[in-house]
């Protein structure tokens, strides 16, 4: 089991920046892809970023490509989101995930056994 918490949402204005931060813990996090998405009510959960174990090959949604940034630090067991040059349609709740396999990147939400509680950004126009 892999518990994960999730931490940084907030109220931006547009072209602003946000940091987000995903707390694991529970079996070991290096063994883990970790993986960011979003939700809006009544949408489906959309894939917004992926990193392998090593933080190599860091894979994006072409909506969020050259302005959202995941990094991980394995000896903090905590995976990142920088999120720069905000709009307003990146409003949404953002999750955190954990997918079985150090390489094993998916841009598909079934494919990640852990979630966290989600996080909230808003950001205005």
């Known amino acids: 089991q892999v518990q994960l918490v999730e931490s940084g949402g907030g109220l931006v204005q547009a072209g602003g920046s946000l940091r987000l931060s995903c707390a694991a813990s529970g079996r070991t996090f290096s063994g883990y892809v970790m993986g960011w998405f979003r939700q809006a009510p009544g949408k489906e959960r959309e894939f917004v970023a992926a990193?392998?174990?090593?933080?190599?090959?860091?894979y994006y949604a072409d909506s969020v490509k050259g302005r959202f940034t995941i990094s991980r630090d394995n000896a903090k067991n905590t995976v990142y989101l920088q999120m720069n040059s905000l709009k307003p349609e990146d409003t949404d709740i953002y999750y955190c995930?954990?997918?079985?396999?150090?390489?094993?990147?998916?841009?598909?939400?079934?494919?990640?056994?852990?979630w966290g509680q989600g996080t909230q950004v808003t950001v205005s126009s």
């Open positions: 990193i392998t174990w090593s933080g190599g090959a860091p």
């Open positions: 995930a954990a997918r079985n396999g150090p390489y094993s990147i998916s841009t598909h939400y079934s494919n990640y056994a852990y």
